[in-house]
């Protein structure tokens, strides 16, 4: 069960649930991996839908890792994520949202 106060996003990768959430770390591993200058330039490149497959991939991946899970990017990759592409996009938006303070709505 996801705390979206928290800031937490469910996702489902392989038919198991993770709980996703952007620590600080997370965040820092995420700004250091996609070149942004800052947490604003991040948010922003996002916001403005200035992102690649690549950029989701490492937004999730840093979410997932700051909600526990011990996989990297590759297997990610490979995953089979619940709702395809457009529900990755959105969990992707959902993180970033609880992370800087909205709820992002139901996860």
């Known amino acids: 069960m996801v705390n979206p106060y928290r800031g937490e996003v469910r996702l489902v990768l ?3 649930a ?11 591993e995420l700004e250091e ?4 200058g800052s947490l604003v330039a991040l948010v922003e490149r996002f916001e403005q839908g200035q992102f690649s497959a690549r950029d ?5 991946a840093a979410g997932l890792r700051g909600g526990g899970w011990q996989g990297d990017e590759e297997a990610l990759a490979r ?6 592409p457009g529900a990755a996009a959105r969990a992707g938006a959902q993180l970033l ?5 909205g709820d992002g709505g139901d996860g």
Do not use: N, S, Y
Request: aromatic share 2%.
């Open 97 to 101: 949202a609880r992370a800087f303070g």
């Open 33 to 36: 991996r996609l070149g942004a």
């Open 56 to 60: 989701l991939l490492a937004l999730l």
């Open 18 to 28: 993770h709980v996703m959430r952007l620590t600080l770390g997370a965040l820092a």
């Open 79 to 84: 995953a089979d994520i619940k709702g395809g």
């Open 14 to 16: 392989d038919g198991r």
